[in-house]
């Protein structure tokens, strides 16, 4: 699976971005998708998560009830809409799949990783 992260660019705070990540290569309907992030000198983060159809949905703490991610199998894209944008929300934001939405959830113990990356797409938030 090939994954192609869109949508970023410079916004000012409280304003809305809405990210695709297109896939292309193999339906994106067996995989489980997250969107992270990585902020300069900080280790990179799981945002926002969606599992296979019917889609349980997982958020970070930092962006619940701001972020909403949601799919779209019958386009081969998953989204990522951004509300009341801070700037600590300015980052570098990858979206990744892979067969389980348990991977992106033990991600950061660093012993799993992601099947399938995307190139990220810069979101950044000004004050």
């Known amino acids: 699976v090939q994954l192609q992260a869109l949508g970023g660019g410079l916004v000012q705070a409280g304003g809305s971005l809405r990210l695709s990540c297109a896939a292309s290569?193999?339906?994106?309907?067996?995989?489980?998708v997250g969107w992270f992030r990585q902020a300069l000198g900080k280790e990179r983060e799981l945002v926002a998560g969606?599992?296979?159809?019917?889609?349980?949905?997982y958020y970070a703490d930092s962006v619940k009830g701001r972020f909403t991610i949601s799919r779209d199998n019958a386009k081969n894209t998953v989204y990522l809409q951004m509300d009341s944008l801070k700037p600590e929300d300015t980052a570098v934001y990858y979206c990744?799949?892979?067969?389980?939405?348990?991977?992106?959830?033990?991600?950061?113990?660093?012993?799993?990783?992601?099947?399938?990356w995307g190139k990220g797409t810069l979101v950044t938030v000004s004050s």
């Open positions: 969606i599992s296979r159809s019917p889609g349980t949905t």
């Open positions: 290569g193999r339906s994106i309907r067996g995989y489980a």
């Open positions: 990744a799949a892979d067969r389980t939405i348990v991977t992106m959830l033990r991600y950061h113990t660093g012993l799993y990783d992601m099947d399938y």
